[in-house]
């Protein structure tokens, strides 16, 4: 009784199977690099082959975009998923598709308090709502109910509400990114692209020129080696992330947790936990101490969303 989970992004696509008659135990499991290939069914069918796989009765597929019924359009892939094409395709029974941080909302409960870093204690309500939120190829949203059946997290696409200079620098990081992108949004900055764009407008790199920029890895690593232009843009970042953060907060109040996923935010681990992180955070003037009561924790675990997905095709 094999299901299919898969958490699907811009830059990696983690398929697993489990098996549901063997304490879902993993039988198979693979990230495939998903510029690779021109659709999911074609991720998945490799998948099958690579592990001499047949037949599913159930999948569930974390995707990176908006889930309208049984298709998704996705954001950072030319792909254009449905249910039914993956149906026909890959002899699964039922498939279900949601959005990616829906999955990792999912999540949540399947990760061990190890994976867990508390960057604000606040004032914990069992009986309060949660927020995930994280930065990666994309930002993902994912504010999540408490219900009496538990947790369930509405699907959203607020990485992509304008981002808001908090500040005269950032200011002239608007302006200086106006110049490609009329529509600034906070995914524009606070992704792999966006500390790019950062490092790029703090060394005063060209604009146009943005496949000639370092990768992220080589910021992060330039920073740890004490640049000063990497130290900036990763600074920022964290800045932007905190205040971006704070925001949803004051939108979404989040007394069970507000959890910060995605791959960035561990790799940032120790400028996340830095004092600065929280001040910023805090910073909402009349509603600093309602923000600095809900709990704050970083996400180490890097099969979160994956393990909701799972979670998810167990349902089925």
């Not at 005063?204 to 080696?225: D, N, R, T, V």
């Not at 900036?232 to 205040?243: S, T, W």
């Not at 923000?291 to 349902?315: Q, R, S």
């Amino acid at each position: 009784m094999l299901v299919l989970a898969g958490d699907i992004g811009g830059t990696k696509s983690w398929l697993a199977a489990f098996d549901t008659q063997q304490s879902n135990s993993i039988v198979a499991e693979k990230i495939y690099s998903s510029q690779q290939f021109d659709s999911l069914s074609a991720v998945v069918r490799e998948f099958c082959r690579d592990f001499q796989l047949n037949s599913f009765r159930s999948a569930c597929f974390g995707l990176p975009g908006p889930v309208t019924g049984e298709q998704a359009q996705l954001t950072n892939l030319p792909w254009l998923v449905t249910s039914q094409e993956i149906i026909q395709q890959c002899d699964i029974a039922k498939v279900k598709l949601i959005n990616d941080f829906q999955a990792a909302a999912l999540g949540i409960d399947a990760i061990s308090t190890e994976q867990l870093v508390c960057l604000q204690e606040g004032s914990f309500n069992p009986q309060g709502n949660r927020l995930v939120v994280g930065a990666g190829t994309g930002l993902g949203v994912a504010p999540v109910v408490n219900t009496p059946q538990g947790f369930v997290p509405q699907p959203c696409e607020g990485g992509h509400m304008d981002f808001a200079p908090a500040n005269e620098l950032q200011q002239r990081l608007q302006r200086w990114l106006w110049q490609n992108w009329r529509h600034l949004s906070y995914e524009r900055l606070l992704s792999g692209a966006g500390l790019q764009a950062l490092y790029a407008f703090f060394s005063k790199l060209p604009l146009k020129e943005q496949e000639s920029w370092p990768a992220p890895e080589q910021i992060q690593l330039w920073a740890q080696a004490g640049q000063a232009e990497a130290i900036k843009a990763i600074n920022a970042f964290v800045q932007i992330y905190a205040a971006y953060i704070g925001n949803l907060a004051l939108l979404w109040p989040a007394y069970a947790g507000i959890y910060i996923a995605g791959g960035i935010g561990a790799k940032l681990e120790p400028w996340m936990r830095k004092q600065g992180f929280l001040t910023k955070l805090q910073d909402k003037g009349r509603m600093s101490d309602l923000v600095a009561g809900m709990p704050v924790y970083l996400v180490k675990d890097p099969a979160l969303g994956l393990k909701g997905a799972m979670m998810c095709a167990k349902t089925l």
